[in-house]
């Protein structure tokens, strides 16, 4: 192992993305700085911004709170209880753990509270149970972090998930989707702004971090989940990764450099689809009641 | 095997594309009418056309060349000898038995009598050979189309090309690429109209149609071409294919459907550089005297 970039101590780990090859201590600073760069860079958040972190136990989303603490960041944690048995309780412990360590504070969302059943319940109905659960975790997260205060919502996604997604996306020309495929989204009618500080970091990295700050973070992955395409693009992703090192970052900055702007100007459309307030719930949807207060309705009239 | 679409005796093939079993009489008029429809719907030329076939030898260049002429097209053959030993005598050979066979004229361009060296010596001099080779054709294709007299150039680019080529630009994000990308060129400043009427086909239909043709084709592969990279694109087509089938023809139909338009109009600066005329062999190029009479002063000033 050569000499890390900072200091000439002894490297203890090579980041291969930034021909980096750096020391423990070195590693921190330099995931910590490059996190600040991507926030500036993408015009995320303020320095003073109120954050809320969505928190799922793993090691995506506890690094990030970490990171923009150490970096002195008003950072304050959700966690979605989604009702999976002991999967849900793990994950829940796991974060509230972490939280407690951090001295910051953690929002509880429960599901089966909320909506009077949990996932479990929602994939004995329908096959689509997974997408579904992603729509119902953006609309309390969104809810969330505009009813608490807080001025930004962010997520951990990292750039294997960004890079999969985007071919996913491309494969399909789902031009509605790039369209907003783009590290942040300001704020806008009822949705509250949201960022992916995450998004020019690998995994490999995320986890060499976590590593080092002695990050207790959750590996299992969701019982429930089938995934099966997902991983398809994901491992395609990671087969042109090592054939030709460099392909994801460079498949998604350049998309955010050249399509993006692109697409920005044609499809507004899709965009400014006009959205109504549900007049249940209140909050922004493309129609009244929103979906989630008719799958809470279906739910209740027939006595699940 | 089910029994055939149109005439109901027993099937000899099936068509997973377009979920279709047919017998052998009815895969070879299956492929011309849906070759005839291909050719109307992307407006390539019309039923008087005088066309000629970029031949290589292969499958592709052959099987399209049968079908136009079973169409009742005008089709003649233009071959390339790229000065390969054995590999070009062996093509020539079977481009030139196909020929009689078919009753058309097939021109004859030599590499080596036009440059005065072939690839292999091109090999020796730059890494670049391959694509150097692939413009080189276009060059002499170009010319040739237009000083014969002939309406359109065709080639026998068939849908696993053009999706693995997409992909590649994709990944990319060869927006110049991409914008070119479509299955009709028109006529343009010295450039002359270019179609590829097998965008729509899979190799596998490809052999399908040979086999019952009775088409002997060459199946070896240039034995220059390293060909790397376009493999790799390949094999991640023919893996989403086979996960999901139906891949290739959606990404590639839904690119020309979706993207392509957005992208005509936003990029014509890349398309409309300013050509000019070589001084030398007055072709169409991007600069003065042109990249092929450059080579060849290259190599006859260096006595090679």
Not at 90 to 100: M, Q, T
Request: hydrophobic residues 40%.
């Amino acid at each position: 192992m050569a000499r890390c970039r900072m200091c000439r101590e002894k490297a203890t780990v090579f980041i291969p993305h930034h021909r980096l090859p750096l020391c423990d201590e070195h590693l921190v600073s330099w995931f910590e700085r490059y996190l600040q760069r991507t926030i500036t860079k993408f015009k995320m958040f303020p320095p003073h911004a109120k954050i809320l972190v969505a928190v799922s136990g793993g090691k995506d989303s506890l690094v990030l709170w970490q990171a923009l603490v150490n970096l002195g960041y008003q950072a304050d944690g959700v966690f979605i209880d989604l009702g999976i048995n002991e999967f849900s309780l793990l994950s829940r412990r796991v974060s509230e753990n972490f939280a407690e360590n951090l001295g910051r504070k953690l929002h509880l969302i429960s599901l089966p509270k909320e909506l009077g059943f949990g996932i479990p319940a929602l994939k004995r109905r329908t096959r689509k149970y997974c997408s579904l659960c992603g729509s119902i975790k953006r609309y309390f997260l969104n809810r969330a972090t505009r009813t608490l205060g807080y001025d930004v919502l962010v997520t951990g996604h990292n750039l294997d998930d960004e890079a999969s997604a985007l071919l996913g996306n491309v494969i399909n020309w789902s031009l509605k989707y790039l369209a907003r495929k783009y590290p942040v989204l300001p704020e806008n009618n009822g949705f509250v702004r949201k960022a992916k500080p995450l998004c020019r970091f690998t995994s490999f990295e995320i986890r060499e971090y976590a590593k080092r700050q002695k990050i207790k973070y959750l590996t299992e992955r969701c019982p429930l989940s089938p995934e099966a395409t997902r991983l398809v693009y994901a491992e395609i992703m990671d087969r042109l990764e090592e054939q030709m090192p460099g392909t994801k970052i460079r498949f998604y900055m350049d998309y955010l450099r050249q399509l993006y702007p692109l697409l920005q100007e044609k499809v507004e459309d899709f965009l400014d689809r006009d959205l109504v307030r549900c007049e249940v719930c209140g909050e922004p949807a493309v129609s009244s009641p929103c979906f989630v207060c008719r799958l809470k309705e279906e739910f209740r009239s027939q006595g699940i």
